[in-house]
């Protein structure tokens, strides 16, 4: 079963990319569990589903587009949990992200459960 948790985080990884070169906030925040935490440094830890969309709402009015992953990796946690690393790099910004937190739903979709991220400075 580790094939279909890495390819729902996969998928679910390369639509939330989508949607936030898209400029759509809402649906960024769609990809958290609705108790989500996200820490983001050196920006602070925001908690539940309105609040990291007030983030990425807020990244996106600021022109921050086209972000990309490298160094991609997925580890299984178990059948349901994964755990996504990466660097990535947007319009006038990069950095690291150090562990995303991915859970398998019930209609077999992956959520965010934790994303901890940082910008380098």
């Excluded at 539940?48 to 709402?57: D, L, N, S, T, V």
């Amino acid at each position: 079963m580790q094939w279909d948790i890495e390819q729902a985080i996969a998928a679910a990884s390369e639509l939330w990319k989508a949607a936030f070169n898209a400029g759509n906030a809402m649906a960024c925040a769609e990809f958290y569990e609705d108790d989500a935490t996200m820490v983001a440094a050196p920006f602070g830890e925001y908690r539940g589903r309105p609040a990291i969309q007030a983030f990425w709402a807020k990244l996106i009015e600021a022109g921050y587009r086209n972000v990309a992953y490298t160094d991609t990796l997925i580890e299984p946690v178990d059948e349901r949990t994964g755990v996504l690393t990466a660097r990535w790099s947007m319009d006038g910004a990069h950095g690291v992200i150090t562990r995303e937190l991915w859970v398998l739903q019930s209609d077999g979709t992956a959520r965010l459960r934790e994303d901890h991220f940082e910008a380098a400075a």
